[in-house]
């Protein structure tokens, strides 16, 4: 594995794998790689002949009280699982690669990015699929790999890739949990333990959604206020949304007559997490 700093040296790299006939994957990540990550570079691997994953903290995406400064960054350990994986490149670009001086173009998505999310985070998916564009722009991948736990920027890169025309396929990976149902996070690490223990109560609440599913629930509303009366219970997670929404165009509906997406986004002290769960045949 090369662990390399400069867009020149991906290109470069890029290149001599395309004249080697071999497929392209890229792995988009802002580090502390967990799990998670592991389970995206895995696919990738199966997938191509070239695997790529970037690593960079991008500051664009973060609001101005937001965490960017004590966003957990462990580069060396990053490397070391990277390479334990069968990366080929690793790409850790510092800012000012990515945005030099006098850096001011930027990709929006509209729709899509003024709710959920996109409403309590104001900005923070122009930096994301500025970005996006940017890294599929350098290493021009065949396939790009993104988790479902950030459901909604799934979507949005998604519909960004199609709108713009971009030649290369999304592909969208299962949320990885820890045994006890935790959606894994890089900010996971910002819990205390009892912090830790009450975070769990996002994803049992959203189990019981997948249960009253089950059991003949279709009315959204029912669903919205079983979630959130679960997290009510534990006095130290406060609930920033719960909404059960069209999987395409992230429209609350009234009836889950087919599929639906339930999006969960709550603090726990000071750390804000996002989980979801997505109710269709499938759950029967």
């Given at each position: 594995?090369?662990?390399?700093y400069?867009?020149d040296e991906?290109?470069?790299e ?5 004249e080697?006939?071999?497929?392209i994957g890229?792995?988009p990540t802002?580090?502390?790689?967990h799990?998670g990550?592991?389970?995206l570079?895995r696919r ?7 695997v790529?994953?970037s ?8 609001g ?5 400064a004590r966003y957990?960054?462990s580069?060396?350990?990053d490397a ?12 850790a670009p510092?800012?000012e690669e990515?945005?030099p001086?006098?850096f001011?173009t930027?990709v929006?998505v509209k729709?899509?990015t003024?709710?959920?999310e ?6 923070h998916?122009?930096?994301v699929?500025t970005v ?10 065949n396939?790009a790999?993104?988790?479902m736990?950030?459901y909604?920027q799934?979507k949005?890169i998604?519909k960004m890739v199609?709108?713009?025309n ?11 949990r ?8 890089s900010?996971?690490?910002y819990?205390?333990?009892e912090?830790?223990?009450a975070?769990?109560?996002?994803s049992r609440?959203l ?5 009253a ?6 009315n ?8 959130s009366?679960?997290i009510k219970?534990e006095?130290?997670?406060?609930i920033?949304y719960?909404?059960v929404v069209d999987p395409e165009?992230?429209?609350?509906i ?6 639906a ?6 603090w ?15 759950c029967?």
């Amino acid at each position: 594995m090369r662990l390399v700093y400069t867009i020149d040296e991906v290109r470069s790299e890029v290149r001599v794998a395309r004249e080697l006939g071999k497929t392209i994957g890229l792995v988009p990540t802002m580090g502390a790689l967990h799990e998670g990550h592991l389970t995206l570079i895995r696919r990738a691997r199966e997938q191509c002949g070239f695997v790529i994953v970037s690593v960079f903290v991008n500051p664009t995406q973060f609001g101005p009280s937001e965490d960017l400064a004590r966003y957990p960054r462990s580069l060396e350990e990053d490397a070391r699982k990277c390479e334990q994986a069968g990366v080929d490149i690793l790409f850790a670009p510092s800012v000012e690669e990515m945005y030099p001086e006098g850096f001011d173009t930027w990709v929006e998505v509209k729709g899509i990015t003024e709710v959920l999310e996109g409403k309590s985070r104001p900005g923070h998916f122009r930096g994301v699929t500025t970005v996006c564009a940017k890294l599929f722009n350098i290493s021009q991948p065949n396939y790009a790999y993104f988790g479902m736990k950030d459901y909604q920027q799934l979507k949005v890169i998604q519909k960004m890739v199609r709108d713009l025309n971009m030649p290369l396929e999304i592909v969208q990976v299962e949320t990885v949990r820890e045994p006890d149902g935790l959606a894994m996070s890089s900010r996971n690490s910002y819990l205390s333990a009892e912090e830790r223990q009450a975070a769990l109560v996002i994803s049992r609440s959203l189990m019981e959604a997948r249960k009253a599913f089950t059991d003949g629930e279709r009315n959204a509303k029912r669903v919205q206020e079983l979630i959130s009366n679960l997290i009510k219970v534990e006095p130290c997670v406060h609930i920033d949304y719960v909404a059960v929404v069209d999987p395409e165009s992230l429209r609350p509906i009234q009836t889950i007559d087919r599929s639906a997406v339930v999006l969960v986004a709550a603090w726990i002290g000071n750390t804000r997490l996002i989980d979801n769960i997505v109710l269709d045949s499938a759950c029967k």
